[in-house]
């Protein structure tokens, strides 16, 4: 039974309700109970386009370069910048994990930077909470990316009918989404194991 979308009040409730959901779909049960709450929270935010683009125009820089501009600022402008960046990563590598395909700057890419903007920022908050949390994303993070893609599949934002581009993703981040995908189109009758170099 899917979700019924017509009985949801707020932008929040819906996406609440698409994460649980998508949380079940890709068989993780690890998650921090703060988990649902926030990636309801950057879903909503990430509503507004100036969010993504950034207010100063940082979205024209390149992540790398605003995470090492990061580390100049004082705490509070560290922690504002490297959230964004943490939230950015997550939110770009999960909703739009379709628009890689062949692209220089690849999933990888934004897995890594989320992962260390997280680790970062919790190592630098002086809530316990929030540090918790920030550290679970970090060391969880291909994790709540599997979760987003699920839920852009639900509202359409990608089709995972591009088995190409699902075998690209599985090879290059070792998404358990895209494993799953992969198995149940009958491509993979196994999981792959990652030879290391």
């Known amino acids: 039974m899917g979700t019924d979308f017509k009985n949801l009040a707020t932008p929040r409730d819906f996406f ?102 997280f680790q970062s920022l919790s190592k630098i908050v002086s809530e316990p909470e929030f540090e918790n949390v920030y550290s679970h994303f970090s060391s969880h993070f291909p994790s709540y990316v599997d979760i987003l893609t699920e839920v852009s599949q639900k509202v359409n934002i990608q089709k995972s009918g591009d088995i190409l581009n699902l075998f690209e993703r599985y090879i290059d981040s070792g998404s358990k989404w895209a494993e799953k995908q992969l198995l149940s189109e009958g491509i993979l009758t196994y999981p792959l194991k990652k030879t290391s170099n």
């Open 16 to 117: 609440a309700e698409l994460i649980q959901d998508a949380a079940k779909a890709v068989s993780r049960s690890d998650f921090h109970p703060l988990s649902y709450s926030y990636l309801s929270e950057l879903l909503v935010d990430f509503l507004h386009v100036e969010k993504l683009y950034g207010a100063e125009g940082s979205g024209s820089k390149m992540m790398a370069e605003q995470w090492f501009e990061s580390q100049a600022c004082d705490l509070n402008a560290k922690i504002v910048r490297l959230k964004r960046l943490g939230d950015t990563s997550l939110y770009v590598a999960g909703f739009f994990a379709s628009s890689f395909k062949r692209k220089v700057i690849n999933q990888s890419y934004y897995i890594q930077m989320g992962e260390m903007s």
